[in-house]
């Protein structure tokens, strides 16, 4: 069977609609392109390893494809029944926590990556908050 190339890229640009209605759409959607964009920008200025990138630009998918699900998830509770019924919201509920569980797992990637680039001791220093003991590296 041939392979439809029009076709393909009719798909693509469907696909990149439905992301511009999420992010038109959705505030949660928005305070994510605002993350995804200062994440951008620090990998840049702070001139990130590859690896970090590879980290942070998976946390970064993870929850644009989470938060893509959970509000296809939402419209279709929304259309089959808009009326209020505690397992549609529910289900709601479980998709919105799919996405925190994204959120929170980047957000921690995100500080554990960061916090190697930032002079973060020095601003504890002027902010006269104690250091931690330095551990013994054991492994
Ligand atoms: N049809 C429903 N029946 C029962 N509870 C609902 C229903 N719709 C929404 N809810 C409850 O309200 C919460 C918020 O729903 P929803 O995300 O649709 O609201 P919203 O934030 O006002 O929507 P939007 O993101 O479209 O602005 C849901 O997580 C769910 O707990």
């Known amino acids: 069977m041939p392979i439809d190339i029009p076709k393909f890229f009719r798909s693509v640009r469907y696909a990149s609609k439905g992301l511009r209605v999420m992010v038109y759409s959705e505030n949660n959607a928005r305070i994510h392109f605002l993350a995804t964009a200062v994440v951008i920008f620090l990998g840049f200025y702070l001139n990130i390893t590859k690896r970090d ?33 505690k397992i549609a919201g529910e289900i709601k509920d479980l998709a919105a926590g799919a996405v925190l569980v994204a959120a929170l797992f980047a957000l921690f990637v995100g500080v554990m990556t960061f916090k190697e680039y930032l002079p973060w001791k020095e601003w504890m220093t002027d902010l006269g ?10 492994f």
Request: glycine share 0%.
């Open 129 to 138: 908050i104690p250091l931690p003991a330095e551990e013994e590296e054991i």
């Open 53 to 85: 990138w590879v980290n942070l630009v998976l946390c970064i998918v993870l929850v644009w494809i989470t938060e893509a699900i959970n509000t296809a998830i939402e419209k279709i509770v929304d259309m089959v029944s808009p009326e209020y019924r």
